[in-house]
């Protein structure tokens, strides 16, 4: 059971990063260049949060308490440089890594809020 809820927010999460891609291509193709840069650095969240996943599943034997226990700690320990990165931007008002980390961060909460809905 705890496999199959796994293989269902890697789904979610391939088919994000595939909507993420295309906004990419869009946005490029338009001569958005700048606007692109942040949904690239979003883009590699999704493969972040997949070894989020996979870390704890090969720690917790099958035991899904250990897995929800460990996943939750790693997804709260790794945005949290994300989140310091986000504020030193916004303390010397630095528009484009303030627009990649929100975007980031935003990845990291529709993940970890799709992991809550399964687990």
Known sequence: MMEKRIKELKEFMENEKQKTQSR???L?????EDE???????????DVFSSLIDV??????GDEKVFKDGFK???VNVPTQW???LAKAKEHNDAE???IEEAKLKVADSIIEKFDELF
Do not use: E, G
């Open 56 to 61: 704890p599943f090969k720690q917790a034997a």
């Open 97 to 99: 890594k303030i627009m």
């Open 36 to 46: 692109a840069r942040a949904y690239r650095a979003a883009l590699n969240i999704y």
């Open 28 to 32: 490029i193709a338009d001569d958005r």
């Open 73 to 75: 700690k790693l997804s």
């Open 24 to 26: 990419i291509d869009f």
């Open 83 to 85: 989140k310091n990165s």
